[in-house]
């Protein structure tokens, strides 16, 4: 790779350049193949209109343009349906494919603040009014049993005085 020679930028430059003017004049040589089709086709359906002079003559033409009229309102009518059949096939299809994958694009949730009152209404509906509090649920604890429980630790002559017993146990 670093034996390959580097364009310089006044080189690249001129290469864009180029490029650009070959791809503008192709650009105009299309939009004028297209014009020239698009008039080639009016051409073809919209023959030049030739105007009667008598009422007689001015009706069979209304006629005549009312029956064209019907008939291209019945292919456009056709090919919208044919088009929205194949939009409705390549739909079915991107369905498909995504079941096939397996995955599925989660939606970001949103954080909402809520009480436990309000998502239960909202869950529930609002026919069920329910005021749940939760520190009635909580469990109690008594504190006079935990104090006495201290106060017979906390005598620790006895405790001695067990002890000492044991000791002339073994002593003996």
Known sequence: MASEKRLSARRKHTLKSCMLVVANTLLDAEAGVKTKEREKFLADKCPPLELPYSRDELMEL?????????????????????????????????????????????????????????????????????????????????????????????DWRKNIEDKSDRKKMFDS
């Open 62 to 154: 209304c006629k005549k343009l009312h029956e064209e009229i019907d008939i291209s309102e019945e292919e456009r009518y056709c090919i919208e349906f044919k088009l929205n059949m194949v939009l409705n096939e390549v739909r079915d299809l991107n369905i498909k494919i995504v079941d096939l994958r397996g995955k599925f694009k989660r939606p970001r949730l949103k954080k909402v603040r809520m009480s436990a009152d309000a998502m239960l209404k909202a869950l529930l509906g609002s026919k069920h009014t329910v005021n749940m509090d939760l520190r009635a649920n909580l469990k109690q604890v008594k504190k006079e049993v935990k104090e006495e429980q201290l106060r017979d630790v906390g």
